[in-house]
C-alpha cells in the first residue's frame, strides 16, 4: 500500500515517550546537581520532543478535519504551562521577600518579569540576573516555539500541497541554525548570552517538527530490514546521549558546531524507534513506570528543581559538588513538590482543558490535500 493510500496516523498516548521525556529531566536534574556535565543537553530532548508532539498533533488535526484550530491550541497550553509557573514565581516571591533585602526583591521582581512574560532566555543577553528563576530560558524557548511555530505551519499549509516541502523548509531551518551558531560564535564570553536564543537552539526543536512530518506521512520505516537497521540506529543514538550526559561541553566547538544537533537526531532516532517498534525493549525499558511517572511530572520537576537546588544545597552551576546527602534531599524535596503541583494544579487543569470547548475561528480550512 502506498504511503497516500495508508490508514491516517494516530499518535495517541504513547508512555515510552514520557519515559523519555523522564531521562531529560533526570539529566538536567543530575547536572545542576553537579553529577554529571553534560546533563545540560536533557533540554535537547525535551525540545526535540516538543517539536516532535506539537507538529504530529497538529498535522494529526489537519489531516482529520481539513483544519488547524489555532485558538484552541493555544488555551490549551496556556492551561497547561501558565498556573504552574505562576505558581513558582509567586512561591520564590515570598521566600525572597520574607529572606532577602529589598535589593534582592528587586533582583527577583525584575527577574520574575523576564519570566512570565516568556522572554528569560533574552534576560541575560541584555544583562538582567535571572535569580533562583535562571533555568526559566528553556521555557522562554518553547513558548516562542509555540507563538512561531503553529501560525508557520498554517502559513506553509496555504503556500504548498507537498508534505515533501514542507519537510525540506524544516531541513533547511535546522541547517540554518547550525551554521547561524557558527557564525555568531565570536569570543568566549558570547557563549552565556547565545546559549538560550531561540535561533540558536532552534535546530533541536526543528528536528522533532522533521520527524512529526515524516510520522504523520507514515514515511517510517516499515520493511523488516529497515527496522533491524532502524534499531542498530538506535543503539548507537543511546551510546552518542550517553556519552554526551556525561562528557559533553557547551563550549566545545564541536557542540556549537554539529554536536548539538547529532544529540537531537539521536533523541530522534530513538523516538522513531519506540514508534516504528512498540513492542521492543527499547520502548519497554522506556516505559519503566517509575520513569514514566517520572516523565509525566517532569514540567514540575524542571520549574521546581533549581529554586530547591539552590534553597537545599548551596548550588547554582554543575562545577559546585555539595555532600551528596543534601543533593538527594533536594532531590526527595523536587519529588514530592512536583507531585503535588502535578496531581493539585497541573491534572486538574489538564481536564480542564479537555473539557474546555474553545470557539475559536478556524484559520486554515479546506484548501489543498498533501501529497506524499
Known amino acids: 500500500m502506498k504511503a497516500a493510500e495508508a490508514a491516517p496516523f494516530h499518535l495517541g498516548y504513547r508512555p515510552p515517550l514520557d519515559g523519555l521525556r523522564g531521562v531529560a529531566i533526570l ?22 520532543l516538543s517539536g516532535f508532539l506539537i507538529t504530529t498533533l497538529l498535522l494529526e488535526e489537519r489531516d482529520r478535519t481539513g483544519a488547524i484550530h489555532l485558538g484552541r491550541f493555544y488555551v490549551r497550553r496556556a ?50 540576573p535571572l535569580h533562583v528563576l535562571r533555568h526559566a530560558w528553556s521555557l522562554a524557548i518553547e513558548e516562542q516555539f509555540y507563538l512561531l511555530w503553529p501560525g508557520l505551519l498554517v502559513l506553509l499549509a496555504r503556500v504548498t500541497a507537498s508534505r515533501a516541502r514542507l519537510l525540506g523548509v524544516v531541513v533547511a531551518g535546522v541547517a540554518a541554525s547550525v551554521l547561524l551558531r557558527l557564525w555568531q560564535w565570536v569570543a568566549p564570553d558570547a ?119 539552590f534553597a537545599l544545597s548551596g548550588l547554582a552551576y554543575q562545577s559546585i559538588r555539595p555532600a551528596l546527602p543534601r543533593i538527594l534531599l533536594a532531590v526527595v524535596v523536587t519529588f514530592l513538590v512536583a507531585e503535588a503541583s502535578f496531581r493539585l494544579l497541573e491534572r486538574p487543569l489538564l481536564d480542564l482543558k479537555d473539557r474546555f470547548g474553545v470557539k475559536s475561528k478556524e484559520l486554515w480550512r479546506g484548501g489543498k490535500r498533501w501529497r506524499t
Not at 539529566?27 to 530532548?45: E, N
Not at 492551561?79 to 515570598?94: E, K, N
Not at 529572606?99 to 538582567?128: D, K, M, Q, R
Open 191 to 309: 557563549v552565556a548570552q547565545l546559549y538560550a536564543r531561540l535561533d540558536w537552539r532552534g535546530d533541536a526543536l526543528l528536528v522533532g517538527c522533521a520527524l512529526g512530518v515524516l510520522t504523520t506521512g507514515n514515511w517510517l520505516p516499515a520493511s523488516r530490514t529497515t527496522r533491524a537497521w532502524l534499531l542498530g540506529g538506535s543503539l548507537a543514538a543511546a551510546a552518542v546521549l550517553a556519552a554526551a550526559f556525561l562528557g559533553a561541553s557547551w563550549d566545545a566547538l564541536y557542540m556549537r558546531g554539529g554536536g548539538a544537533t547529532l544529540v537531537a537526531l539521536s533523541a530522534a532516532a530513538l523516538i522513531v524507534q519506540v514508534l516504528v517498534a512498540p513492542a521492543g525493549w527499547i520502548a519497554r525499558l522506556l516505559a519503566f513506570r517509575p520513569l514514566v511517572r517520572t516523565g509525566r511530572i517532569s514540567y514540575g520537576l524542571y520549574l521546581w528543581h533549581f529554586p530547591i537546588f
Open 79 to 128: 492551561l497547561r504551562l501558565l498556573p504552574a509557573l505562576f505558581a513558582l514565581v509567586i512561591a520564590c516571591s515570598i521566600v525572597v521577600v520574607l529572606t532577602g533585602g529589598p535589593e534582592e526583591a528587586g533582583i527577583f521582581g525584575s527577574a520574575a518579569l523576564w519570566v512570565i512574560f516568556y522572554l528569560a532566555n533574552w534576560a541575560s543577553f541584555f544583562g538582567y
Open 27 to 48: 539529566a538536567v536534574m543530575a547536572f545542576h546537581g553537579g553529577l554529571i556535565r553534560g546533563g545540560f543537553l536533557g533540554v535537547d530532548l525535551f525540545f526535540v
